[in-house]
């Protein structure tokens, strides 16, 4: 299920994969597979920013902020029945759109 286009926090540094594959192990969404021993992100778009894959990574290649992107907003807002707000002005108004 993809959550927003453009908005995902993940950020990947292919120079730091190992090719130890623990983020595709991991992800809940498919975002990572294998190719040519490193990892590679098929669908940024994908991610939910739940952190797994960037909790396990011991080479520091991925690195997300979990819980705190739109696509948490959205969930949370579902959960909740307010208005979505990912806080990334630190003034608590929604960017989300």
């Known amino acids: 299920m993809k959550y927003l286009a453009n908005v995902t926090t ?3 540094a292919a ?46 290649a991925i690195s ?3 819980g705190v992107g739109c696509a948490a907003a959205i969930i949370n807002s579902m959960i909740t029945g307010g208005e979505p707000s990912c806080d990334c002005s630190g003034s608590g108004s929604s960017c989300c759109g």
């Open 10 to 12: 993940l950020s990947y």
């Open 15 to 60: 120079d730091k994969c190992a090719g130890c594959g623990r983020c595709v192990e991991v992800c809940p969404q498919g975002v990572f597979e294998m190719q040519d021993k490193r990892a590679a992100i098929i669908d940024r778009d994908l991610c939910m920013e739940c952190g797994a894959c960037a909790r396990n990574c011991e080479f520091g």
């Open 64 to 66: 997300v902020n979990a």
